[in-house]
């Protein structure tokens, strides 16, 4: 799979206090997060943190990069041979239709990391690396399907930058708006732009 980004090799300590961080996050959301309550997580002491992490916000940039090394891997093992139906795979991933309630905890997490981005360099540069790399695993599907006649003969970072928006557009109204329906809604509409956009005419 295409990447703009390598993926890090992650120690196990790493890995526990991302899987720390990632509880906490669920448990208290940004605002309230802490090095004390990600320890509590861990159940290590605040040491064991700054050993690897300067500051919190050094933890979350670490933590998005995880979390998108963990959803890469995800789909590298989930998808296959059909551009298709491997592309229905990445946008289910991204935008469930039916999210179970840590699904809706998560989208709400990364929705409100990403809000720090307005203001902070670091999570500007970092969620500017995770577009690219999300982009660059769709992108890298539709050039699969049009190379087996799958697809049309597309521009595939038009598509996958159209997909990305109207994704990121919907889980951003999911979480910060009662508007229940309108994720679904953006799923359906892009479904219809998928068909009319890549699905090859007989």
């Known amino acids: 799979m295409a990447s703009d980004s390598p993926k890090q090799h992650w120690s196990t300590a790493e890995e526990e206090i991302m899987e720390a961080t ?9 605002a309230d ?50 551009p298709p139906e491997d592309l229905e795979h990445v946008i289910e991933k991204l935008l469930p239709l039916q999210p179970d309630e840590e699904q809706r905890q998560l989208q ?21 690396q995770i577009d690219e790399r999300l982009a660059a695993t769709v992108r890298s599907i539709v050039e699969r399907g049009i190379d087996d006649d799958t697809f049309r003969d597309v521009d595939p970072s038009r598509v996958a930058e159209h997909i990305l928006a109207t994704v990121n557009g919907a889980m951003y109204g999911r979480v910060t708006t009662d508007r229940k329906s309108a994720a679904a809604a953006a799923r359906v509409s892009l479904a219809s732009y998928i068909d009319s956009e890549l699905r090859c005419r007989s």
């Open 33 to 82: 997060l802490s090095i004390s309550r990600i320890a509590d997580e861990l159940d290590k002491s605040k040491a064991a943190i700054y050993y690897h992490y300067d500051t919190k916000d050094d933890l979350l940039v670490a933590f998005l990069d995880f979390a998108v090394d963990r959803f890469e891997e995800t789909i590298e093992t989930e998808t296959g041979d059909e």
């Open 22 to 30: 990632y509880r906490a996050l669920l448990k208290h959301g940004y």
């Open 108 to 128: 709400a997490v990364l929705v409100g990391l990403r809000s720090q981005a307005v203001t902070n360099e670091v999570f500007r540069e970092q969620f500017t």
